[in-house]
C-alpha cells in the first residue's frame, strides 16, 4: 500500500529495490521474489529482503507476531545486514 505522504521513488531507489526483490529472504531463505520492506517510510536505500510469510503474516511475519522472526533470532537491523551482504555479492 503507497502512503499518500510518500514521495515517489527516484530512478536510483526503484532500480535498488528491484535488486532487493529478487534476492531470497533475509529471514527464512525461501527463494526470491520477494517483497522489498522499508525500515522507515521514504528510505529505500534501507529495504530488506523478505518473502510474503516474514513480512506480512499475521503469526510469523514482520507486522503481525513475528513468530518466524523470533525462532531465527533476527532483527530488522540483522535482516539489512543480510540483504546488505547478499547485494555485496552480486558485485565481486
Known sequence: MWSKNKKAMRAAEREHVERVK???CSVCDTPGPSEAHE???GLWHCSIALCPSCHRDGRNG???QRRMWAVMKMSELGALHVTIGRLMKEYL
Do not use: A, R, V, Y
Open 22 to 24: 529478487n534476492l531470497p
Open 39 to 41: 525500515i522507515e517510510q
Open 62 to 64: 514482520l507486522h503481525g
